[in-house]
């Protein structure tokens, strides 16, 4: 069995291979490159969130005034203020009537002040009573007329609201879009956030893998750089070869005499040391 070193590295660069893998190794294990561990997210200013906690409320809550003008719309449109049922319309046709009662009951006394003739003995004035209904017959009238008029503008408004109503009814969908966009702000703040922690993980794994690719690509380097062979043929031990042949050799000579023997163990030691 015979074993063979060959070195490919002249003899002189060794020392400097010998440096290069040290450096290599020291690079692995004491890595210089380092993960970032600065701030990758910035914190959100405190207006943003602020003016997302508004949008929010607005989204879900709705706009007063818009509630307000909904509502008004809705009762418009159902004919609530055709019949002059609401409670302001009748506090209104109240006053209206209200004061004509009293502006009449302060001249009624006046009427029929004097006698039909001197010296009518009848206490009663026929003016007087003649005009006590006024006041009655004035206020079912003006009432009547109070009336239409509520109605016939009424009619009108309900006409008009009709197209606010279509407006109106729009806000449940921009309430809940606006809500909606609240939610994708906070949405898309966390997730950027979690995108760019998930980078500096990648990041950060990888560093092991750069660091002892370093090192890695050194051994590449010196692949192939010294072989070792270990051989069991006998050809392959020039000792082994020789004996061989002369024993081969001294055989083979012997069919010729003593000289041949000797010349065969000579000729056949030489043969097998030059090609074992």
């Not at 561990?37 to 879900?60: C, F, H, K, T, Y």
């Not at 509630?67 to 203020?81: C, H, M, P, R």
């Not at 893998?209 to 072989?227: C, P």
């Not at 000289?259 to 030059?274: D, N, R």
Request: charged share 15%.
């Amino acid at each position: 069995m015979s074993t063979n070193t060959v070195v490919t590295v002249p003899s002189w660069a060794q020392a400097y291979v010998k440096q290069y893998a040290q450096n290599a190794y020291d690079l692995w294990q004491q890595p210089a490159l380092v993960a970032y561990s600065s701030p990758i997210v910035a914190a959100q200013p405190q207006n943003e969130a602020d003016g997302i906690a508004a949008l929010a409320v607005r989204g879900a809550g709705g706009d007063a005034v818009i509630s307000k003008a909904t509502d008004f719309l809705e009762d418009v449109i159902q004919g609530n203020y055709l019949a002059g049922t609401k409670q302001k319309f009748i506090d209104a046709l109240a006053l209206v009537t209200g004061n004509s009662t009293t502006d009449f009951a302060s001249v009624s006394s006046r009427i029929g002040k004097k006698a039909r003739y001197v010296g009518d003995p009848d206490s009663t004035f026929l003016a007087q009573n003649l005009a006590a209904g006024y006041p009655a017959t004035f206020n079912a009238r003006i009432g009547a007329a109070i009336y239409a008029d509520n109605y016939a503008k009424e009619r009108v408004f309900l006409d008009h609201a009709l197209a606010y109503g279509v407006e109106m009814a729009k806000h449940p969908v921009i309430d809940a879009e606006t809500l909606r966009k609240a939610g994708l702000a906070n949405r898309e703040y966390t997730q950027n956030s979690y995108v760019l922690n998930h980078k500096l993980f990648i990041e950060q794994q990888e560093m092991g893998v750069a660091n002892l690719e370093i090192f890695g690509n050194m051994l590449r380097a010196l692949t192939g750089s010294q072989q070792t062979t270990t051989s069991t043929d006998a050809k392959g031990n020039k000792l082994m070869g020789a004996v061989g042949g002369a024993i081969t050799g001294a055989m083979v000579g012997s069919m010729f005499g003593p000289i041949g023997t000797g010349i065969g163990f000579v000729v056949g030691g030489l043969a097998g040391w030059l090609f074992g």
